[in-house]
């Protein structure tokens, strides 16, 4: 077992026994492949709007599902689930990480009912699956705004298309 890494019911548990510790929650969600300085911002700066950050992870299945594969690149996520996880644990603002298969973090929001719902500022509530979930249960759903132009699509399509002789 790796500190910071839980499964949905033993993070409800944690949370239960200790709402002091995480409530109020922050929760945020994504693939996290190839972490850059754009996601650790982005981290830090939703960790600032509550007491505990928890991410949501796609698993590798969700990821190969929401980034399909290009012709002549490989296969995503790059890293495996459980590394990519481990990485995100270990990170300053992060204090949970669950792993979620779905190609949504719907199931994890109604779960966890987190006060702060972030994403980043690419989206708007039109284009977010989640929030009439968080809406719902009367959650607050806050959008920071990207300091770092950066992708990990565009890191891997950077790499794969160098012509290296």
């Known amino acids: 077992m790796i500190p910071g890494i839980y499964t949905l019911n033993e993070l409800k548990q944690a949370i239960a026994a200790y709402p002091q510790n995480w409530r109020p929650l922050i929760f945020t969600n994504g693939c996290f ?3 850059h300085a754009g996601h650790v911002r982005y981290l830090q700066a939703a960790r600032k709007l509550g ?11 969700s990821v190969r599902t929401i980034k399909p594969q290009a012709s002549g690149f490989p296969t995503r996520p790059i ?3 459980l590394q990519r996880a481990e990485v995100l644990a270990a990170l300053k603002p992060v204090d949970g990480v669950v792993i979620f298969a779905e190609t949504t973090s719907i199931r994890l929001v109604e779960a966890l009912q987190p006060e702060v ?12 699956a989640e ?8 959650g607050r759903i806050e959008f920071i705004q990207v300091e770092v132009p950066s992708s990990t699509s565009a890191i891997v399509n950077r790499i794969f298309s160098c012509n290296y002789q």
């Open 51 to 61: 007491r505990a950050l928890v991410v949501g992870l796609n698993s590798d299945q």
């Open 79 to 81: 890293v495996p689930e």
């Open 117 to 128: 719902y972030v994403k980043g500022g690419d989206y708007t509530i039109a284009t977010l």
């Open 131 to 138: 929030a009439p979930a968080v809406q719902a249960y009367g």
């Open 33 to 35: 492949d190839l972490l």
